[in-house]
């Protein structure tokens, strides 16, 4: 094994994160994208994100999933532990960033729709905006952002599958319909209501959820709401 004396003679990376940041509205699957305030990219959508705070060799620095709980309280002003955070992968292919060599670990992040109108740019952003998945393929972004969406959008819909992330895109409290409308925006595919309610109800009868109080208008009648049962600690 070399001996730190060696270690510094070989050039580093420099290690980023970027976060794919994801609410549903309106049953439109929306990602937050950041307006670059400075070169490269200048004045380009991309990613929000920020390199891995390294102080010395005493003291490392943050890890990763710090460095991304920071990026995202940073850049969306929400609180930290507010917002579900996973890690994707990483990207670090050379040239990737005109500056200098960067391997950049990809995070996604799922918002729920009641906090997704008070997200606002972080200090090194000169805007943010919700942008439609539906339509971004068209939209320039900066450094390689394109891929990392298209992976973390992968990530997101083979994990809707065999997880209950679905769950971290609904208010605190939703109804049926609601839920409903999650699996069809990510499963690309119109869901039977019949057959999603019985499933929806095993998940109560289970003690997934529970019926919560009051009732939510939806069109000409109302509708029973439903949240996560706490789990017992």
């Known amino acids: 094994m070399d001996e730190p004396g060696h270690i510094r003679r070989y050039p580093r990376p420099a290690v980023a994160v970027d976060l794919t940041i994801f609410t549903l509205r309106d049953a439109d699957l929306q990602l ?28 490392q620095g943050e890890d990763l999933d710090q460095a991304a709980e920071r990026e995202l309280a940073e ?22 960033d005109p500056r200098l060599r960067v391997i950049s670990v990809a995070y996604m992040a799922l ?40 992976a973390a959008t992968e990530h997101l819909r083979r994990a809707i599958r065999t997880t209950d992330l679905a769950f971290e895109l609904v208010p605190e409290t939703f109804t049926v319909a609601e ?17 999603f309610r019985r499933r929806f109800m095993r998940m109560v009868d289970d003690g997934v959820l529970q019926e919560s109080p009051g009732k939510r208008a939806t069109g000409s009648r109302k509708a029973r709401l439903y949240r996560f049962k706490p789990r017992q600690t």
């Open 179 to 195: 839920l409903r409308a999650v699996y069809e925006v990510l499963e690309g595919a119109r869901l039977d209501p019949g057959n």
């Open 32 to 59: 937050l994208l950041i307006k670059r305030k400075r070169p490269p990219f200048e004045g380009c959508w991309a990613l929000p994100g920020g390199f891995v705070r390294v102080s010395d060799e005493q003291d």
């Open 75 to 96: 850049e969306t002003g929400l609180p930290t532990g507010a917002v579900f955070l996973e890690q994707v992968r990483a990207f670090g292919q050379a040239g990737r």
């Open 111 to 150: 918002v729920r729709p009641e906090l997704a109108p008070v997200v606002c740019a972080g200090g090194d952003a000169a805007d943010a905006r919700w942008f439609s998945t539906a339509h971004l393929e068209q939209q320039p972004l900066a450094f390689d952002h394109h891929q990392i969406i298209n």
